[in-house]
């Protein structure tokens, strides 16, 4: 039966871009970049410590979402911390960590505009 989410898609312009700022600015690991198309490469990356992976792809027809709200939220365990750190980092937020009943969270933005959750409890 289903084990585990393999990765996550992630719609983006240009892949290079997309791929120096998930690697350089937020940490994460190749795994995978291969010709996929004439157009566009197979990239999968992986989170330091975590099963689940990425992949900076965008199938034909579905460019509209580029640089939309991404529906995932991606854990945390300092967010303050993960905050500033990529703040340093050039990484651009929609504002500063917010508290809420349920846990504390900070929305981001990647290199194409995708908006992407970051929580902790």
Same mark, same amino acid.
């Given at each position: 039966m289903i084990k585990r989410i393999k990765f996550v898609g992630i719609p983006v312009r240009d892949q290079?871009?997309?791929?120096?700022?998930y690697t350089e600015k937020l940490g994460l690991?190749?795994?995978?970049d291969? *010709? !996929?198309?004439?157009?566009?490469?197979?990239?999968?990356?992986?989170?330091p410590g975590a099963e689940t992976g990425l992949a900076l792809f965008t199938?034909?027809?579905q460019e509209d979402r580029v640089g939309t709200f991404m529906n995932t939220s991606w854990e945390?365990?300092?967010i303050q911390k993960t905050y500033e750190e990529l703040l340093s980092?050039?990484? *651009? !937020?929609?504002?500063?960590?917010q508290k809420q009943p349920w846990g504390t969270?900070?929305?981001f933005k990647d290199s194409e505009g995708?908006?992407?959750v970051l929580g902790s409890r």
């Open positions: 290079d871009r997309a791929l120096r700022f690991r190749i795994l995978t291969q *010709e !996929f198309s004439e157009k566009q490469r197979w990239i999968e990356l992986s989170i199938p034909d027809g945390v365990d300092n980092r050039g990484v *651009e !937020f929609l504002g500063p960590p969270y900070a929305i995708n908006q992407i």
